[in-house]
């Protein structure tokens, strides 16, 4: 008979978990077969990491090995009491001898079994030793593995035993002591630190930088790398950092990393960040990096994400991954999980220990069944901040009561405009229509041309509950089918919306202009108009298109019409830039409120007509106000974006042989207009697409505070926002303003307050910010929904960006982008060899430039539900091994319109 | 931390037990000279007191007397170190205002009331320590009390306890398994002709898995009788060599 020999293993309980993961490597191996496991080191393995546990429980499930369990905790012969005095570890390894003694007299008691011998594995020096004076046969793993003869592979998977002194720092601390505030306070004071907000990398997430928002700072920027470093930081925590010295510094990794060990515990983070720093450093980019000291202040919120369940069924602690990659994985304790799963659920952080690789959370709410539109839209509005309950009974008190009408107390105090022909020109189904125009001919034979904005600031009084509300909200937010106002729908959609045929108070501004649109004097009133019609673009187009209508409304159409294209062509002369988007609206089913098709934005020439008088307005009362209110009028700049913002769309130019000047807006709009490509009628839409990514925000501000005014993208020395009160705060505050500066309202503390004032900018700039992306989130949400029901598409596409190991490329049909990456977990990858100059990629034989024409197939990944991504794979240029053949299914293959 | 692995692969629960095994039942009767008859029972670390007293007259206002059959008093009640925390516990709440009704109920079914018209039967229940199951104790001990008194019953009731974890039902749980996993159900049970007593859930099941939790539960309760069987039998063979001479 074969000699067998059984042996009993406990994986090592006081190592770190890279040795019992070399452990379980060893077990896994085929070789090693007739274990077996007691179940009370089944028990500690289960308590202390779940992946290792499902391992060991699989490798038990396989018949070939011949893997055991042994309920040795309830035998009665192999249970023993803890001593008086004994701690449970030491009681646990005196049950693993007691049981692997009662094996060994077991065995020799069976006839045939005289050839049997149990062996003892154990990686714990003094149990070794106490078993051995027990007269078991004991042998550490790696003596056991080196007596396998003729099995030296085996070594290769045996982990370097670490010595003992190495026990405490790798298994227990992962972090670093924060330093108490005193301690913080005084090294900010005296230059040891720096304060900044910390920012996580979103594409990295051993990767953070620290913005040092204090002035005078020659660094602005500190970046840190590795979890030692960033040390327990979250996303928009403010922090203490201590810079290293030069030579510590290291640039910014490009590599994407995403924290998706399956273990809910600490581990292969060595592997992990050897990889950052494999990264060779050119000293040039090498930016100051440090380590965070401590926590100055938590700016944890509660988390939208969802649960990773822990692989052991009845397991209480979860993981939980929150939708924003820059937020870290959060460990919470939940008996619902079954329950949970699938659901997208809210998690508040309780705390960071520093013995522990994640967060410690709880469970707040359940919002609904990940997928469901309602749920995402839930989502992506908590997590953009964006305010969206139900406005208050408390902001309701203070709408006006209905049925309202236009006292006679308003008929004295204001203009009285309702003969004139006043009309609107909006999107269809717009309902909350802010502005109105009309134009006609003096005596004089000038034009007298005006701007009617609805009278927001004349229902909504400062300080109220109203205010209050609309002030914190700062903007209505639009996404796909919804709307979240600003102000109650009763304001937004009825007595401030400025709809035709009935009569409403508006703040007018009124030029009177020479026919080469040179305003001679200008004029602000509040008033009450009436509009005559309410148009769409289309409507307002076909009428000045069609040359037999000759009523008052087409006529006054017109007027705007021609002044409005030379007022462009002047400011297009001063180096206003015209840019480009690839936005694409959706048509959205009227019912389920499903995308059904996707419509190109076409823009007709009223919409220009529009958006110059709005433009005029606004700079006019920007200047107006300004001269009022030097210290606290409500301005908004674009600024003018560093030169090295530009070098991706010169180098992108040049690839095609054309010079982009980018001295001054007006040299950049003209190398715009003049940049074209024979054959290519979209490569200009291409490099304005480029352009506009080049850009700044443009942010609001008070003017007291601030000394550059320009708003570079419209080449326009003042600006503000005057425009639209129903949908941004701004307005409205510039609305009162300018009330003031024309004796029809009182002024209060808090507008002539700078301080105030610049404070209520940064949330309305954090707002809009927010809404902005809120709206991408909703578009790139509808049309993960419209690829998800046309299932694979072939469209062809542009490289808009070419990466290191990805091209981006925009569909314009859809304006939908997408990377194409090179390379794959699963497969080798093919040979890449990047030029930044160029930026080319040459993968294999091939080499793709920016804008290079490539055929892709589009469909949609929803491996992970939460994070589905538009996939992208290449069909044309054919590279073997990495393009796809082209899907069978064609959908009725429209030709795409490349000059949209 | 993991949680708690109800049933482990190897088919071991918590403490040891394998699904169907009952913990361990040790009675005594007759702990108490004054009353009619009681007695005491563990079932595992469950461990429940019962004293009965009757019949006899109505106590109280006449008007809760019933001309044909005897009425039924049980009073349910829990020791303030009875469980892991502390507590002092007030007579008639809700919880054991609801015990004291569902006992009450299962005796009304077992006890031979109508022999004794406008009389009153006394049960008072109480819980030392509780480790699950609360209630199968005190049916289990109230029904030894019963039998010393010497109150004519129809059978023994029996109670036990059953969860269902991992498609496989558990008959008897601790208080780590009802308080870990999910559901327990109640059974009280006439064994000799298997009429139920009471029957209580309140918890979700698929239905597919009732009749096999009952099915459970009814094999641990008849296993239950014998013990008790053995402990009447055991108790009167004492007394009978006591009283022979």
Known sequence: MKSQISKLTSPVREYTKVIKFSQIDILEDPLIRNVIILQIVLQEVRHRSAPVYKRIKDAIHEKEKHFYTFTNEHHRETFIEREQGESANDRNDRAIRVAAKWYTDHLAKKTDGGSLKVVLLTDDRANKEKAEQYGLIVYRCEEYIKSLIGNPELMDRLALQPDDQNEITGSKLLFPEHLPLSRIQSGIKNGMFLQGTFHANRDNYLEGKVFINREGEEINEVLLQGLQNLNRAVHQDVVAVELFPKERWVAPSSVVLQDDSPNDEDAEEDETENKLKGVPSDPSVLKPTGRVVGIIKRNWRPFCGMLSQSMIKEATRHLFTPADRRIPRIRIETRQAANLVGQRIMVAIDGWPKNSRYPNGHFVKNLGSAGDKETETEVLLLEHDVPHQPFSQAVLSFLPKMPWSITEEDLKVRADLRHLCVCSVDPPGCTDIDDTLHCRELENGNLEVGVHIADVSHFIRPGNALDQEAASRGTTVYLCGKRIDMVPELLSSNLCSLRSNVERLAFSCIWEMNHNAEILKAHFTKSIINSKASLTYAEAQMRIDDGTMKDDITKSLRGLNRLAKILKGRRIAKGALTLSSPEVPFHINSETHDPIDLQSKELKETNSMVEEFMLLANISVAQKIYDEFSECALLRKHPSPPPLNYDILIKAAKSRDLNIHTDSAKALADSLNNATVENFPYFNTLLRILATRCMMQAVYFCSGMDSDFHHYGLASPIYTHFTSPIRRYADIIVHRLLAVAINADSTYPDLMDKHKQSALCNNLNYRHKMAQYAQRASVAFHTQLFFKNKGIINEEGFILFVKKNAIIILIPKFGLEGAVFFDNKDKPSPHLSFDSEGPTLKVEEHTFRMFDKVKVTISLDASNIQHQRIRMALIEPVIPGVSVPVPESEPEAKKPKLDC | ?245
């Open chain 2, 1 to 245: 931390m993991a949680g708690l692995e109800l049933l482990s692969d190897q088919g071991y629960r918590l403490d040891g037990r394998k699904a169907s095994e009952l913990r361990k039942v040790q009675a005594r009767t007759s702990v108490f000279a004054q009353a009619d008859g009681s007695a005491y029972l563990e079932q595992g670390n469950t461990k429940a007191l019962a004293v009965v007293y009757g019949p006899h007259e109505t106590r109280g206002s006449r008007s809760k007397s019933l001309h044909d059959r005897a009425v039924i008093n049980c009073q349910y009640s829990m020791a303030t170190f009875s469980t892991a925390e502390r507590k002092r516990r007030p007579h008639g709440d809700r919880k054991s205002s609801e015990m004291s009704l569902h006992l009450k109920q299962t005796f009304e079914a077992a006890v031979l009331t109508e022999l004794y018209p406008r009389s009153q039967i006394d049960i008072y229940v109480k819980i030392l320590q509780a480790d699950g199951g609360n209630y199968s104790a005190c049916v289990n001990a109230a029904t030894l009390a019963l039998v010393d008194a010497g109150i004519p019953m129809r059978d023994y009731v029996c109670a036990c306890t059953a969860g269902f974890v991992e498609d496989t039902p558990l008959a008897d749980l601790c208080h780590a398994e009802e308080s870990g996993g999910g559901m327990s159900l109640a059974l009280a049970l006439l064994p000799r002709n298997g009429n139920i007593a009471l029957l209580q859930m309140d918890a979700r099941l698929h239905q597919d898995h009732l009749d096999a939790l009952i099915e459970a539960a009814m094999t641990a309760c008849k296993g239950l009788s014998k013990v008790l069987d053995g402990v009447v039998r055991q108790h009167l063979e004492e007394v009978s060599v006591l009283t022979r001479d």
